[in-house]
């Protein structure tokens, strides 16, 4: 067995709140004892269990938070959209119509391609201090393309998600119900052993409401669990269909209606966030206070894509769901760790109570406030997964 007690954590978050009848459970001056990979024990430092520990590891006062649980994310891909990114902090608009570019590059490229692309973001995920990460295909839009996808990111996470139905690519932009077809028959067929979810993107220039209910069926039949972008360009049925549906969690939500809220309030379903979006194309952001007023679980996710979230930082996230989405900076960090878990359907990650995989991130400083405080400052000082260091 391996055994570490982490000591002389100054402030430890471990979203259990047992510690302390909040949401984080913070306990001071505490110390966390890993086993195995696993979380064995956490508490005051001065409670701590004292036999058969291997090793003592002296945290200086620093804060410890559970690891990131970035619960939607888009890395299998190639190329950028830097002039795209560029045009549009010039003035333009974002549609969806850039997915098309990405797709063409993605199509082109050779699996290794992706492959390096994909391990070079997960890496740096990783070193933000994101202990779990789901991936989406949807650059891919045909059979082929879209196993490829998923095969490649089922090496790097269990958490895979096919979003064959992101866009209706050219090829088929003058008949989109055979695209339908193929996305609910041999497509699915195809990446059955590497996906877990199921996932569509409802809204304007993407599917609709219908089409998105006949996709998400289908994956639910042969076993692939549901959750939907939806909402993020404009307001329609889509987190109305994510509650019907039952899915894990409805993401974007960018826009919604006093409906949506109540329909939601009455479910389990999640309402995923992803500021970076709306930073990266200049749209308004969502205002998270009504959906918490409705008790609604909210997670925060990087959304890290080519095209309208090229980001991989969740103190970022943080920091921008703080400042102009009215989280407070507890809520934040609980919806980038907790959350994300809820919205992935885990119990082992996203806190640090007895049992839980032992992720989690040691801090540059003394306070989880300081990730939004100090925007655009690493503070991930080392991060530790499965009770493994790899940061
Ligand atoms: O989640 N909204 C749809 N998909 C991505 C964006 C994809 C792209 O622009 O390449 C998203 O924001
Ligand atoms: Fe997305």
Known sequence: MTSKLFYNIGQLVTNDPLHDGTKLGVIEKAALLIEDGVVAWAGPEDDAPTHHIKKKIDVQGRAVIPGFVDSHNHMIF????????????????????????????TRAASGETLRANAQSLFAEAYSGGTTTIECKSGYGLTVDDERRSLEIAQEF????????????????KSNPKDYVDLVCGQMLEAVLPHAKWIDVFCDKGA???????????????????PRLHANQIQEGG????????????????????????????????????????????????????????????????????????????????????????HFSPEQALWSATLGGAKALLREDVGHLSEGASADFSILKSDSYIHLAYRPGVNLIEEVWRNGLQIR
């Open 78 to 105: 190639a190329g950028d959209r830097s002039k795209e990114f560029r045009a549009r902090m010039l003035g333009e608009s974002y549609s969806a119509g850039g997915i098309a570019h990405t797709v063409e590059k």
């Open 157 to 172: 996470t269990d958490e895979t998600t096919f979003l064959g139905a992101h866009v209706v690519p050219v090829e088929y």
């Open 207 to 225: 599917f609709s409401v219908e089409d998105a209910r006949t996709i998400l069926q289908a994956g639910m039949r042969k076993g692939l669990l």
């Open 238 to 325: 889509g987190v109305r269909l994510g509650v019907e549906l039952g899915v894990a969690s409805v993401d974007h939500v960018s826009h919604i209606s006093v409906k949506d809220i109540e329909a939601l309030s009455k479910s389990k379903v999640v309402a995923t966030l992803l500021p970076g979006a709306e930073f990266s194309t200049r749209s308004a952001y969502p205002d998270v206070r009504p959906l918490l007023e409705a008790s609604i679980t909210v997670a925060l996710a990087s959304d890290c894509n080519p095209g309208s979230s090229y980001t991989t930082n969740m103190p970022f996230i943080i920091a921008v769901a703080v400042r102009d989405m």
